[in-house]
């Protein structure tokens, strides 16, 4: 869950560019109604999380390239079998925590910002005291009258790995790398947008070690369908429905929305068939039939884009990958047929770590489109090229799967969803797609 608007133009393009700047900006103070929350990028002006780093842009392309690959990794090694909620957040909190909400925890209340994650099954916040946490605002379990630990024979132990107990209590160590968190798994009242949860169960981390790379100092709110997820524990509430929006690099206010339940979600949208696949069950799986580049439907192997339970290959939606991915086949023969159609037609192709298909100066682009079974998402050149803010280099922000993993997942990541509305729908077996305004 290291997660929904342009990265990368997001983060470097707009501020820079724009001469953005936002001193009296906090998100803590911003209002949420209803069932409805707004969502925040994880550097935009107006968050506390935003990156100081001087890096240069070509840098910051390689290491967003390099966390989106340790978190595909990630998620093509997920298996059938016992679960392993709390081993997703922690991984996917080191990876891509890239998009933010707004969350009242406890009572009194404590304002804390989660990461949304659409592929993780738990939350997950630093808390006072912890050994280790990069975070200055924590979550105070001593402050909170209703906070209360998971004992080791609650029905929520057996969902975390190896649990251990000290005094009665449930707890748990993640070990990845070269660093460790340990927490403990608790239960208090999550209050989202007008919605209180009672009984809310997240893990309390209260030690982070190792020499590695430390999580980024917000908690996580994980989407997925894992028994500990939101949309599990607060069925009752939300019947496992949500739809997001994420907003274009070009909205000031840098907001999106994410909506919980069936009520007020959009009446215009179309759906495809949500698809469950048993090998890697927390995601949100859809089946992919063919991909469109201008007018052109692109001759694909089908074997690497159908649906496979048997190995879990697929396609998903994930709001914590920033670019998408497409396997080797799949994405050759895509970026052959957009090389075809970008003007001038001798516009020279250079790259830049994992994009191959970069151009220096003006050219003209070719959308996308994916197509589903009910609904097809074409996606502009807003959603597709990365420009550099000095200069006139653009990049096609699509990139070759990782092959050297259990199968291959065809991953449509968060910078192709910007200004699409999608609603999950599990009840109903659907994911809805619509463009929208996000803003």
């Known amino acids: 869950m290291t997660t929904l608007v342009i990265f990368l133009q997001l983060l470097f393009i707009i501020p820079l560019a724009l001469g953005l700047n936002h001193p009296t900006c906090d998100l803590t103070n911003t209002q949420d109604q209803g069932s409805t929350l707004k969502i925040f990028h994880i550097d935009s002006p107006c968050s506390p999380f935003k990156s100081s780093s001087p890096l240069s842009w070509e840098a910051r392309v390689l290491k967003t390239l390099a966390q989106d690959q ?21 991984r996917q909190m080191l990876q891509s925590a890239t998009y933010i909400v707004k969350a009242k925890i406890g009572t009194p209340a404590q304002t804390l910002l989660l990461a949304m994650d659409t592929s993780s099954d738990v939350a997950w916040l630093p808390c006072s005291g912890c050994v280790g946490c990069p975070s200055t605002t924590a979550f105070s379990p001593a402050k909170s009258t209703t906070y209360k630990n998971v004992s080791c024979s609650a029905p929520q132990c057996k969902q975390v790995p190896n649990p251990t107990c000290g005094s009665s209590a449930c707890s748990f160590n993640l070990t990845y790398g070269s660093s460790s968190i340990a927490a403990n798994l608790s239960q208090d009242t999550i209050r989202l947008a007008a919605d209180p949860i009672e009984a809310f169960t997240f893990g309390c981390v209260n030690k982070v070690a190792g020499g590695g790379t430390i999580p980024p100092p917000q908690g996580l709110l994980g989407l997925g369908r894992g028994p500990l997820s939101l949309m599990t524990q607060a069925q009752s509430l939300y019947q496992s429905t949500f739809s997001y929006c994420l907003p274009s690099f070009r909205s000031l206010a840098f907001s ?49 884009i159908a649906f496979n339970p048997t190995t879990g290959a697929g396609t998903i939606f994930d709001s914590g990958t920033v670019y998408t991915r497409l396997a080797k086949s799949v994405y050759e023969a895509v970026r052959d047929e957009f090389r075809r159609r970008v003007k001038p037609r001798n516009a020279v192709v250079t790259s830049l770590g994992g994009f191959d298909t970069c151009y220096s100066g003006q050219v003209t682009v070719p959308a996308i489109t994916f197509m589903f079974k009910g609904v097809n998402m074409t996606m502009p050149a807003d959603n597709l090229m990365l420009h550099s803010t000095a200069g006139s280099t653009s990049c096609l922000a699509i990139a070759m799967a990782p092959e050297n993993v259990n199968s291959v997942v065809n991953v449509i990541a968060s910078m192709q969803q910007q200004n699409h509305r999608v609603l999950i729908d599990v009840p109903n077996g659907r994911i809805g797609l619509a463009r929208e305004v996000c803003s």
């Open 70 to 90: 340790a978190r595909l990794q990630y998620l093509t090694s997920l298996v059938a079998g016992r679960s392993v909620v709390p081993v997703a957040s922690g």
């Open 256 to 304: 999106g929305s994410l909506r919980l339940g069936p009520t007020s979600q959009p009446l215009r949208l179309k759906y495809t068939p949500l698809l469950r696949n048993p090998r890697r069950s927390s995601l949100y799986y859809v089946n992919l039939l063919a991909i469109r580049v201008g007018n052109k439907v692109v001759d694909l192997p089908q074997e690497a």
